[in-house]
């Protein structure tokens, strides 16, 4: 059986994110989606708890996914789900300069762990947690780039009516 792993901070999820993550459940056998309690982003606008509680509806539907969080290094965690493989979304050049680098820093430390990138749908490439955030906070409709579970939770969190 193939694990692959899908690490990041999901905070939260965006269409994007599920975009590459439908698209890994149909290349390995099993995706684990490794939320990192980030200690390093300082206020996630989200608990951890929630990350995964909004990541475990929006893939409810594939089950060959499971979600789960981690501490530390990723490659640790990678390692400790049998996984030699993580996945990772590549929007744009800036993206693929920080990404190179995280995944040649991860083989140096862990050699036998492989950084698989996938491209980001074309019509996600704009997409980030952090603008579905800032769209939110001030009231701007967000129901066309996460999934719904998740546009209700951020009209719950910022207190807001009509992010549809
Ligand atoms: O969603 P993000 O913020 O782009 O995810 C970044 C993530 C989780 C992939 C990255 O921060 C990470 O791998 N963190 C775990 C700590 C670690 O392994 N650091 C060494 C990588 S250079």
């Known amino acids: 059986m193939v694990t692959a792993v899908y690490p990041g901070s999901f905070d939260p999820v965006t269409n994007g994110h599920f975009d590459i993550i ?11 989606i490794g939320v990192l309690n ?23 539907g594939l089950p060959n996914v ?4 981690f501490d530390g290094l990723v490659v640790d965690f990678v390692r400790s789900k049998d996984s ?12 693929f300069d920080s990404e190179t680098s995280m995944a040649q820093s991860n083989r140096l430390v862990a050699p036998d762990v492989d950084t ?3 491209s980001t749908s074309v019509e996600y490439s704009y997409l980030s947690s ?6 939110a906070r001030y ?9 719904e579970n998740v546009a209700l939770m951020l009209e719950k969190k910022l207190h807001l009516t009509n992010l549809n």
Not at 42 to 47: G, I, T
Not at 66 to 69: G, N, R, S, T
């Open 66 to 69: 499971k979600v789960e969080c």
């Open 116 to 118: 698989l990138f996938l």
């Open 38 to 60: 980030n200690s390093e982003k300082k206020s996630p606008l989200f608990s951890m708890e929630e990350r995964v509680i909004m990541l475990r509806d929006a893939t409810a």
């Open 139 to 147: 009231g701007a409709p967000v129901k066309d780039f996460v999934p």
């Open 130 to 135: 952090s603008m579905v955030k800032e769209y």
């Open 84 to 95: 030699h493989i993580i996945i990772r979304g590549l929007r744009t050049m800036s993206d």
């Open 22 to 32: 439908k698209r890994a459940s149909m290349m390995f056998d099993e995706v684990v």
